[in-house]
Each structure stands twice: as structure tokens, then as C-alpha cells.
């Protein structure tokens, strides 16, 4: 039996929680913009107490590895690399966007979601990367990648021959300003949450795919940009 804790801080969402096997049994998230540094080792400390464990007894930290906001996921990859380090524990990464559509296809389980043919369908996560460009990447709804992550100025031409032969369901914080542009993809409501590492992190760990706790880093895909202040200084 394994007790993983998940932790999704990559968007304005921070999303803590832990899981059993593979399974949530406890889950604390804020959507109060991004300040994670605050909230997610509240969180930790909260799941801990309400679920009876201690730290010792986790097996292993799993972590949104990015892409998304370069503060968000270095705060998130901190935490999780210094409880690792000082648990002796594995530190697991999974994509944020793969996390994304784990949260999608959980979500469809469940039948939360109203999209006909689902079976068919081409799921795309999309982060918000400023203006019109996600970072994104597309799955089948089994949750197997169909190809890289990129990052994509949407226009009307973006992924314009899938959305011709295929249903393209696109949802995350950078998709619903996507949905006039792309007029025949179907927007869900499904948001990031730790909740979907849980399952990919269970998997992970049983195959022993682990990070290297102090070499590893988030994945930006993009470097990070310094915009000079304006204001003149005194």
C-alpha cells in the first residue's frame, strides 16, 4: 500500500492532496490567485492531521512538473523537493498538462461531463500562456499522448485538420478564450488539480520512475522573461 501526497501549484489554482494506491482520500485547493508560497504548506499540514498520517509515513511526493507559471512551479517543486529530502522519500513528476487530462478523463468517469462520443474524441489541455498562446498538448480520451507539449498562438488554423475529422474537446485556464477562434472544438469546464497526479504518480512509483531530488527542475518549456519596471527610481 502506498500513500502518495500530490501537488499541483502551476496555475492560479494551488491543489494539494493525498492519495492511497492511487486513489484521492483528501484533497484541499484555493483558486485565490497565485499565492501558493502561502497555502500549500497549510495544506500539507491540514491533509496530514485530517487524515491521520505523518510524514514518515509517506511513500513518495508527486509533483505538476510544469508547464505553466514559472512562479507557481518553482514554489511547488521546493516543497515538494525539501519534504523529500528531509523524508528520505521519491520524488515523482508528472506533466501538467497529462495531470490536466487525468482530471478530464475522472471527470467524464464520473459523469460530470456532457460530451457525446468521448471515446472518440481528441482531449487538449491548454495552460494560459499570456494573450492568445496555452502551452498545450494532445491525448486520446485513454489518456495516451498523441504528440509532444508545445506552445500555440491559437488562431483559426490551430489544429484546424483534427478538428475537421475528430471532436477536439479543449478545457483549462487557457481555453475558453480559445472558443470563438476555434468554433468547432467543445470547451468542458475541468480545472487543474492534484487530484490528477494521483493515479499517474501510483504508476510511476510501481515502475521506479523517479526524479533525482537535487538536480531536478520544473519544465518551463519556455524561458522565463524579466520585463524592466517602467517606474524611475529616486
Known amino acids: 500500500m502506498s500513500l502518495i501526497l500530490c501537488i499541483e501549484t502551476g496555475t492560479d489554482i494551488c491543489s494539494v492532496g493525498i492519495a492511497r494506491d492511487g486513489e484521492l482520500v483528501s484533497l484541499r485547493e484555493s483558486a485565490e490567485g497565485r499565492d501558493h508560497a502561502k497555502y500549500v504548506g497549510v495544506f500539507v499540514d491540514e491533509l496530514l492531521r ?11 511526493v508527486a509533483v505538476g512538473m510544469g508547464p505553466g507559471s514559472y512562479t507557481g512551479l518553482r514554489i511547488g517543486v521546493s516543497f515538494a523537493k525539501g ?3 528531509g523524508q528520505q522519500i521519491p520524488l515523482i513528476a508528472v506533466g ?3 495531470a490536466l487530462a ?11 461531463l456532457d460530451v457525446e462520443n468521448w471515446d472518440d474524441a ?8 499570456r494573450r492568445m498562446e496555452v502551452y498545450t498538448q494532445l491525448f486520446d480520451a ?3 499522448a498523441l504528440g509532444e507539449v508545445s506552445a500555440e498562438v491559437v488562431d483559426e488554423n490551430t489544429f484546424a485538420d483534427i478538428r475537421s475529422d475528430k471532436q477536439l474537446v479543449i478545457f483549462g485556464n ?7 477562434v476555434m468554433g468547432n472544438a ?8 492534484a487530484r490528477g497526479l494521483a493515479r499517474k504518480a501510483e504508476q510511476k512509483l510501481s515502475a521506479g520512475q523517479v526524479e533525482d531530488i537535487a538536480y531536478f527542475e520544473p519544465f518551463y518549456l519556455k524561458d522565463f522573461v524579466v520585463i524592466p519596471s517602467k517606474k524611475k527610481l529616486l
Open 83 to 85: 519534504l523529500c529530502y
Open 50 to 60: 485530517e487524515t491521520d498520517i505523518s510524514p514518515d509515513e509517506l511513500d513518495a
Open 142 to 144: 485513454a489518456g495516451n
Open 122 to 129: 481528441v482531449l487538449c489541455p491548454m495552460v494560459d500562456a
Open 186 to 193: 467543445t470547451y468542458v469546464d475541468v480545472a487543474p488539480s
Open 102 to 112: 487525468e482530471v478530464a478523463i475522472e471527470d467524464n468517469e464520473a459523469g460530470i
Open 174 to 180: 487557457g481555453a475558453r478564450k480559445c472558443c470563438e
Open 96 to 98: 501538467s498538462l497529462e
